[in-house]
């Protein structure tokens, strides 16, 4: 069992910047891709970043490159996104997710063990 917390969202203008966190309880973090996904009113809830288990290799979404960075500390259990530049359009409830024991990134989208309780993210214009 995982469990999921995360913190750091709120409100800032466009052209800012947040930092997301999300703390991992349980001995398998270090064995599982971690992703951050997002969801806007009225959205479907969408990928935005994942990072492999030993936090060698990361993918995105394509509207944040280059924008937002993901990390991990496998000895803290946390990974964390940090989102520069932002845009009202990255407005939503961003989740961390957990995926499946030694699953890779690239398919974390369809592999999600676990969700965190989700933090809101406001980027006003």
């Known amino acids: 069992q995982v469990q999921l917390v995360e913190s750091g969202g709120g409100l800032v203008q466009a052209g800012g910047s947040l930092r997301l966190s999300c703390a991992a309880s349980g001995r398998t973090f270090s064995r599982r891709a971690m992703g951050w996904f997002r969801q806007a009113p009225g959205k479907e809830r969408e990928f935005v970043a994942a990072?492999?288990?030993?936090?060698?290799?990361?993918s995105y979404e394509d509207s944040v490159k280059g924008r937002f960075t993901i990390s991990r500390d496998n000895a803290k259990n946390t990974v964390d996104l940090q989102m520069n530049s932002l845009k009202p359009e990255d407005t939503g409830v961003y989740y961390c997710?957990?995926?499946?024991?030694?699953?890779?990134?690239?398919?974390?989208?369809?592999?999600?063990?676990?969700w965190g309780q989700g933090t809101q993210v406001t980027v006003s214009s």
């Open positions: 990072i492999s288990a030993s936090g060698g290799l990361t």
């Open positions: 997710a957990a995926g499946r024991e030694f699953g890779s990134r690239t398919t974390l989208p369809r592999e999600v063990e676990y």
